[in-house]
Every structure is written in C-alpha cells, then in structure tokens.
C-alpha cells in the first residue's frame, strides 16, 4: 500500500502542487474519483469530445475546461453531478504528480515534468477521462485486492488489437487497457463489483489468457506501460495457460483504459503543443464514489 493515504482529492492535489507528492496514486484518498488528464489545442476539442462519446469504455469523459485556456474551473460531462462535485479550487497546470508534454504528437523530453504552467496557453483545454483506480476500493473492501497496490507497484497497461471508433482527426487507434490478475473463482466477483461503475471503465473486456490472445496481448509480462504484473503473493505473473484447466489458477483481467486518449493523439499526429499526466500519476476529482452516480445510461 502507498506509504502515505491522503484523505481527499484536495489533499492529493495540494501535495502534488506543492511538489511533496510526485508518484503513483493508485491507493491514494481511497473514497474519491481519479481522472486521466489530456490538454488539447481548442481546434481539436469537438473531435475529442465525439472520440469519447463513441468509445465510452476507453474514454469515459468526466469534465473538461470551463473555456478555453481555464485551468482553474470545469464543466462536468456527468449528468445530475456539478461542476464544484468534481474540482474546487483546482488548478490543472500543477494538480498531477507528473506530466507528459508533446509538441506535434511527439513526447518533448524522456523525462516527466511537474508542471505544465509554461506550456499552458490561452488556446488549450484539459479534459478529464476516468480511471479504473477509482474502483479499487470497492475491490479491496471485498477482500479482492488489486496486487499492484499490495506490492508498491504500477498497474501494467497494453496495447491491443481492438479499434477506437473513429471521430475526426482521431483515426487508426486501439484501446489500452489495464490488468489485474484474480483467480478463476474470484472472476464473477471482480466483474461484479466493477459493473457498476461505467465512468470509470466499469468492468473488465477481456479475461483469462484465450482473452489476452483475442485482444492481441502476446505477453503479460511486458507491458507498454507500468511494471510486469504480480499475484497477491508477490509472484510475478508469467504468461502460460495451466497444465490443468480445472485448477482455480491465476488469470490476466483486462480493463479500458483511460492511457486510450494519449495513445489516440499520438496516433494522430496531432499539430501544437498537447499535454496529458504520466500513466501511474493521475489527477484527483473531490468526487467521492458512488456507483449510482457514475452509472449513467444504465
């Protein structure tokens, strides 16, 4: 578990502001929403917004800039929710521990900068995407712990072989999704207790290895991004199918992933100067977690 449990989304972003927190948040403030952030020129707004609307698992879109160049106020895509339940007193320049700057659809730097305060213009809108972190909660109050929190580690995330519905400049893109591994017999379980949160990727796509094979993971151990995944126990999970098919053996689970926009851009090469959060480093809603709330459309 992280060494520190910050109380609240505001607390996370104060610490991430003030720079004393600058690593992953999975963990974190456990009661409240994380968000995926990616900032855009304006010109490429509506075609973002039409990306997430058509791809909903991958790119649930929870709130975006007021206006554009605000980065101290939203408005919320959630319905029934206000724009103050998701952020108050924000400023999304400095509110994630780590970001990722791109200048036409190509990483700056191999290094992550803390803020984004020089890049900022009066042209860019952020927008929030939700995080399956958001849900670990619910799994750990039901004795379903995800391993990557156990063991201090970052959720392993891949590409895959599933295609984005195109919208707009935003064409020729897969998903990314997030693993966990579960046992066999904890697979209804899991799939249960994340149905219910579609802002947040609900539950998991794909499951056990013929999964994996179906959405082009060829080997779990390597993922694109964060660290090779483990058991509860601490193992690293190796990719193979078990000898014996009854064994209540550990299986890969695969969920949306909210990396899905930064991955779109990148495959657009996209014009400007565009910015978005480190996989593992997420930004904080003040927005506690009530799956009636997240639900909509349901």
Same mark, same amino acid.
């Given at each position: 578990?992280?060494?520190?449990?910050?109380?609240?989304?505001?607390?996370?972003?104060?610490?991430?502001?003030?720079?004393?927190?600058?690593?992953?948040?999975?963990?974190?403030?456990?009661?409240?929403?994380?968000?995926?952030?990616?900032? @855009?020129?304006?010109?490429?707004? *509506?075609?973002?917004?039409? !990306?997430?609307?058509? #791809?909903?698992? =991958?790119?649930?879109? &929870?709130?975006?800039?007021?206006?554009?160049?605000?980065?101290?106020?939203?408005?919320?895509?959630?319905?029934?929710?206000?724009?103050?339940?998701?952020?108050?007193?924000?400023?999304?320049?400095?509110?994630?521990?780590?970001?990722?700057?791109?200048?036409?659809?190509?990483?700056?730097?191999?290094?992550?900068?803390?803020?984004?305060?020089?890049?900022?213009?009066?042209?860019?809108?952020?927008? @929030?995407?939700?995080?399956?972190? *958001?849900?670990?909660?619910? !799994?750990?109050?039901? #004795?379903?712990? =995800?391993?990557?929190? &156990?063991?201090?580690?970052?959720?392993?995330?891949?590409?895959?072989?599933?295609?984005?519905?195109?919208?707009?400049?935003?064409?020729?893109?897969?998903?990314?999704?997030?693993?966990?591994?579960?046992?066999?017999?904890?697979?209804?379980?899991?799939?249960?207790?994340?149905?219910?949160?579609?802002?947040?990727?609900?539950?998991?796509?794909?499951?056990?290895?013929?999964?994996?094979?179906?959405?082009?993971?060829?080997?779990?151990?390597?993922?694109?991004?964060?660290?090779?995944?483990?058991?509860?126990?601490?193992?690293?999970?190796?990719?193979?199918?078990?000898?014996?098919?009854?064994?209540?053996?550990?299986?890969?689970?695969?969920?949306?992933?909210?990396?899905?926009?930064?991955?779109?851009?990148?495959?657009?090469?996209?014009?400007?100067?565009?910015?978005?959060?480190?996989?593992?480093?997420?930004?904080?809603?003040?927005?506690?977690?009530?799956?009636?709330?997240?639900?909509?459309?349901?």
């Amino acid at each position: 578990m992280p060494q520190e449990i910050y109380p609240s989304g505001i607390s996370v972003r104060e610490a991430c502001r003030e720079g004393t927190y600058t690593t992953v948040t999975s963990g974190l403030a456990p009661s409240h929403i994380q968000a995926n952030l990616i900032v @855009l020129p304006s010109r490429y707004a *509506s075609d973002f917004r039409r !990306l997430c609307l058509r #791809n909903p698992v =991958p790119c649930p879109l &929870l709130a975006e800039s007021s206006s554009p160049g605000s980065f101290s106020s939203v408005k919320s895509h959630i319905p029934n929710v206000s724009p103050e339940s998701i952020a108050q007193d924000l400023d999304i320049r400095r509110d994630c521990p780590k970001y990722i700057v791109y200048q036409n659809s190509q990483p700056t730097s191999t290094s992550p900068s803390f803020d984004i305060i020089p890049e900022w213009s009066s042209d860019h809108i952020g927008f @929030l995407i939700g995080c399956s972190f *958001s849900f670990e909660t619910a !799994l750990l109050a039901s #004795n379903l712990p =995800p391993a990557h929190i &156990l063991h201090n580690r970052t959720v392993p995330m891949y590409r895959t072989n599933i295609p984005l519905c195109p919208a707009g400049v935003f064409t020729n893109s897969t998903y990314v999704v997030s693993m966990r591994m579960y046992r066999k017999s904890q697979l209804e379980a899991v799939r249960e207790i994340t149905k219910p949160y579609l802002a947040t990727h609900g539950e998991p796509i794909a499951w056990g290895w013929d999964g994996a094979e179906r959405i082009g993971v060829k080997d779990i151990a390597e993922p694109d991004w964060g660290d090779p995944p483990v058991t509860v126990s601490g193992e690293i999970a190796a990719h193979q199918k078990p000898n014996d098919p009854n064994k209540d053996s550990w299986i890969p689970m695969f969920w949306g992933c909210g990396v899905t926009p930064q991955e779109a851009v990148m495959r657009a090469e996209l014009k400007g100067t565009i910015m978005g959060h480190v996989s593992f480093a997420l930004f904080f809603s003040i927005l506690r977690k009530f799956p009636d709330r997240l639900s909509w459309g349901v």
